[in-house]
Nanobody, 115 residues
Framework: QVPLVESGGGLVQPRGSLRLSCVASESIFTITAMGWFRQAPGKQRDLVAIIPSGGLVNYADSVKGRFTISRDNAKNAVYLQMTSLKPDDTAVYYC?????????WGRGTQVTVSS
């Protein structure tokens, strides 16, 4: 069973918006943080945003003011609202969950920003 399942990616025009969702399976470990990373072709996987349980949200500088991360602890879900999208935001977006001494990744969802 895939521990994390993402949805919501797709093709969007510059300055458009998308909302990504990620739901963790019920059998996953106790989650201490959930977040999103992204990986563009030929580049490393980088943090987009992460929201710890009871902690401060951390955003990459490149998305501050445009992206908003949120969690629904009851559903073991994390969301990423993306606005004012730019071509540089094009990447595969991966959901991430951290526990005590462990972590899990989703399979990724493609986001393409192009006119």
């Amino acid at each position: 069973q895939v521990p994390l399942v993402e949805s919501g990616g797709g093709l969007v025009q510059p300055r458009g918006s998308l909302r990504l969702s990620c739901v963790a399976s019920e059998s996953i470990f106790t989650i201490t943080a959930m977040g999103w990373f992204r990986q563009a072709p030929g580049k490393q996987r980088d943090l987009v945003a992460i929201i710890p349980s009871g902690g401060l949200v951390n955003y990459a500088d490149s998305v501050k003011g445009r992206f908003t991360i949120s969690r629904d602890n009851a559903k073991n879900a994390v969301y990423l609202q993306m606005t004012s999208l730019k071509p540089d935001d094009t990447a595969v977006y991966y959901c991430y969950a951290a526990g005590r001494g462990t972590s899990a990744w989703g399979r990724g969802t493609q986001v393409t920003v192009s006119s």
